[in-house]
């Protein structure tokens, strides 16, 4: 059975840090790209953050609103993924997911979700 499950979301005050876990099982996640997206209230769901798969290079991308303050990275040893966020603003407030997708298979599953509140 496919798990994605996040962890670490909460409450912060402008310019803090949170650090978000994925933790994933069911699957080879290695071979995985992962991603963190998030969703604000009234909003679309957006791409933060991917990093490859480790064939990919485990090579990190992110969203501009995000660069320089967010940092994804994976420990395939333990099939989780992170996200490192510091200098949190309010409009980082949202719902954040993990997403674990392959390309040739087509395959696309989805977390749970963790809330993010920035505020103070």
């Known amino acids: 059975q496919v798990q994605l499950v996040e962890s670490g979301g909460g409450l912060v005050q402008p310019g803090g840090s949170l650090r978000l876990s994925c933790a994933a099982s069911g699957f080879t996640f290695s071979t995985y790209t992962m991603s963190w997206h998030r969703q604000a209230p009234g909003k679309e769901r957006d791409l933060v953050a991917t990093i490859t798969s480790v064939s990919g290079g485990s090579r990190a991308f992110y969203a501009d609103s995000v660069k320089g303050r967010f940092t994804i990275s994976r420990d395939n040893a333990k099939s989780t993924m992170y996200l490192q966020m510091d200098s949190l603003k309010p409009e980082d407030t949202a719902v954040y997911f993990c997403?674990?997708?392959?390309?040739?298979?087509?395959?696309?599953?989805w977390g749970q979700g963790a809330q993010v509140t920035v505020s103070s």
């Open positions: 997403r674990a997708t392959q390309s040739w298979t087509k395959t696309d599953y």
